[in-house]
């Protein structure tokens, strides 16, 4: 037996569920949604990066197909040349790394002076004797001895995990970008023909959004990390250029890798060189911040991607939390998506509005609280003063 259900019975049912049990239903649907994230991390993370380079090698693709090639052979070139610069700036990060290695043991020696040299100061000024402090110490290395085990497992683990992915991720892009008619023709098939318009308005913006965010973000890292070498190259600090690359990629996570990316230099000036020069790394850092944040993120970067600070800092955390560091790389990107989608579906739009950056005008006020506040505060009755009483002696 079917049951026909008219439009108007169904929002008539929906209207008639309590408010309570809609926001449970909701509650426990994100749960369940953000569950799912985290359990399928290894599968999901590098779909979701190949996913994104996909959509930015997309138009190299196109352009090698407009020239004559065969699909088959401008993907392979586009993802050639992909590994090609990825591999040149890995090269270079990793020279400089060895140049560090080098160096290993004689930071080491200047950390550890510098270690003791805390620990008299702590012990002198808090009036700690220095043999309780030492014994916290060694009670701390013990510890981290007995957890050493446990800590390289994982560390192998996920080195191989990731090297996996490295693997995977050429194979999942060449087969995201072959496909590509294969998955519009199925999104075609998923929606009626009458919402075909808004999906396609949606692709083509998030594929927009996508392409002119991480060429922004690669514009970006290019001038930070720029800067942030020149600034330490002048104040004289070792490995310059290395740190100053560190930093600009640490930049890439919204407000929280800002803070990383400042405190390793300034490590390296205080045991290398003086306190003084890691207040100047501190300075230079502070500029350049405010040169990224008042002038390359708004004219390059936000621009692109309208999210503003207080989700972004949230997403950040749930990212992180979801999936380390490159859930905290991919949080922002995959917020503006999500926007993007919801400025398209009438009941998600408030959502969409409360991710954007787009401030209502101060002096409109939705809600006049003012009114509020003065019908419900009571009012205080005034006492009128007493007539005075003439004194029968003074009459």
Not at 131 to 145: D, F, G, M, P, Y
């Amino acid at each position: 037996m079917i049951f026909a259900i008219k439009n108007d019975q169904l929002i008539t049912m929906a209207n008639s569920i309590p408010n309570y049990f809609k926001v449970s239903i909701i509650i426990l649907g994100m749960l369940g949604f953000f569950f799912i994230l985290w359990l399928g991390q290894n599968i999901l993370i590098p779909l979701t990066f190949a996913g994104i380079i996909s959509i930015l090698l997309n138009p190299l693709v196109n352009f090698f197909v407009g020239k004559g090639f065969n699909r088959i052979i401008a993907i392979t070139i586009a993802i050639i040349l992909l590994l090609v610069v990825v591999t040149g700036i890995l090269l270079f990060i990793g020279s400089q790394v060895s140049m560090f290695s080098d160096s290993w043991p004689q930071l080491k020696i200047k950390f550890n002076a510098l270690v003791n040299d805390g620990l008299k100061w702590v012990s002198e000024t808090f009036n700690v004797g220095k043999s309780k402090v030492n014994a916290w110490i060694n009670e701390r290395k013990a510890e981290s001895l007995n957890d050493a085990g446990g800590f390289i497992g994982d560390t192998v683990s996920a080195i191989g995990s990731m090297l996996v992915n490295v693997f995977l991720l050429p194979v999942y892009i060449f087969l995201f970008l072959f496909y590509k008619p294969l998955l519009l023709n199925f999104m075609a098939q998923v929606f009626a023909s009458d919402k075909r318009t808004a999906v396609a308005e949606v692709l083509f913006n998030t594929k927009s959004l996508i392409q002119n965010y991480l060429v922004g973000l690669l514009i970006e890292l290019i001038i930070v990390a720029s800067m942030n070498s020149v600034a330490l190259l002048i104040i004289g600090i070792d490995y310059a250029i290395m740190l100053g690359v560190i930093g600009a990629i640490l930049n890439l996570i919204p407000y929280i890798g800002g803070i990383v990316a400042i405190s390793l230099p300034m490590l390296m000036a205080v045991i290398t060189d003086t306190p003084f020069d890691a207040v100047l790394v501190l300075i230079a850092y502070i500029i350049v911040q405010l040169i990224d944040n008042n002038f390359l993120v708004p004219k390059i970067v936000a621009s692109k991607v309208k999210v503003n600070a207080l989700i972004s800092i949230i997403v950040v955390l749930i990212g992180g939390a979801l999936w380390g560091v490159a859930g905290m790389f991919l949080s922002i990107p995959i917020t503006a998506i999500l926007k993007v989608i919801f400025d398209k579906i009438p009941h998600l739009k408030p959502i969409g509005f409360l991710i954007g950056d787009t401030m209502p005008p101060i002096g409109k006020a939705i809600f006049d609280f003012r009114e509020i506040q003065a019908r419900l505060t009571p009012k205080k009755k005034i006492k009128k003063p007493k007539a005075e009483i003439e004194d029968p002696k003074v009459a």
